[in-house]
């Protein structure tokens, strides 16, 4: 049974990187034809994916959070990290992991790690 947990500062101020780290159990982050995502949701507004590392260690991030994100992974931990610069409060969010299942186009996010939340305040 693969299971995702989050883990990182609840924590961060503004102008900040928020670092959160996805550590993966009962599966390996290297396996063929699984991607490995990060997601967020602000209080009160929907889910805003942000971005993925492949199971070969390409990376992907939404356009909006490009410029401000890096994703890496380690596998000799089956872990995989989200770097998020430049914080202000609106990126006050809770933060998942997820496994993506990935088949030609098609994506599913069909594992989700707990959540965790990450306040930016001063």
């Known amino acids: 049974q693969v299971q995702l947990q989050e883990s990182g500062p609840g924590l961060v101020k503004p102008s900040q990187t928020l670092s959160l780290t996805c550590t993966v159990s009962?599966?390996?982050?290297?396996?063929?034809?699984?991607?490995w995502s990060w997601i967020r949701q602000p209080p009160g507004k929907g889910l805003e994916w942000m971005g993925v590392i492949t199971y070969n260690g390409s990376t992907y991030s939404s356009p909006s959070l490009k410029s401000r994100t890096s994703i890496s992974r380690d596998t000799s931990k089956n872990q995989f990290s989200l770097q998020l610069s430049s914080v202000t409060p609106e990126d006050t969010a809770v933060y998942y992991c997820?496994?993506?299942?990935?088949?030609?186009?098609?994506?599913?996010?069909?594992?989700w790690g707990q959540g965790t939340l990450v306040t930016v305040s001063s």
């Open positions: 009962g599966g390996s982050i290297t396996t063929s034809y699984y991607a």
């Open positions: 997820a496994r993506v299942l990935v088949i030609i186009t098609y994506r599913y996010l069909e594992v």
